[in-house]
């Protein structure tokens, strides 16, 4: 099977930085797009940044210009650079990834298991 798991999350202040990791491990063969997803408390999950397998990049409208989605092929990893944070980008952060294994030829989507983001004002 394959498994991601999401790192760098923790407490920063209102202006401050993190770099989120997401490594995927395990059966695969080849990984399409790769996102991130946050979830606040008490609201939806909610699409922030998306790569594909050829690096283009979407973002959500309220963060452009502060964040940054990029991947390592190499290492299966996927990164989400978060510059200007505001108290608002408060959530829960996961990562999932279109991953098609060795062992089957469909691909499917798997998820993180998520990473607290904190940010005080």
């Known amino acids: 099977q394959v498994q991601l798991v999401e790192s760098g999350g923790g407490l920063v202040q209102a202006g401050g930085s993190l770099r989120l990791s997401c490594a995927a491990s395990g059966s695969i063969f080849s990984i399409n797009g790769m996102r991130w997803y946050r979830q606040a408390s008490g609201k939806q999950r909610e699409l922030v940044a998306v790569?594909?397998?050829?690096?283009?990049?979407n973002y959500a409208d309220s963060v452009k210009g502060r964040f940054a989605i990029s991947r390592d092929n190499a290492k299966n990893t996927v990164y989400l650079q978060m510059d200007g944070l505001k108290a608002e980008d408060t959530a829960v952060y996961y990562c999932?990834?279109?991953?098609?294994?060795?062992?089957?030829?469909?691909?499917?989507?798997?998820w993180g298991q998520g990473t607290q983001v904190t940010v005080s004002s």
């Open positions: 790569i594909t397998s050829g690096s283009s990049t």
């Open positions: 999932n990834a279109d991953v098609r294994t060795t062992t089957l030829p469909t691909v499917y989507r798997f």
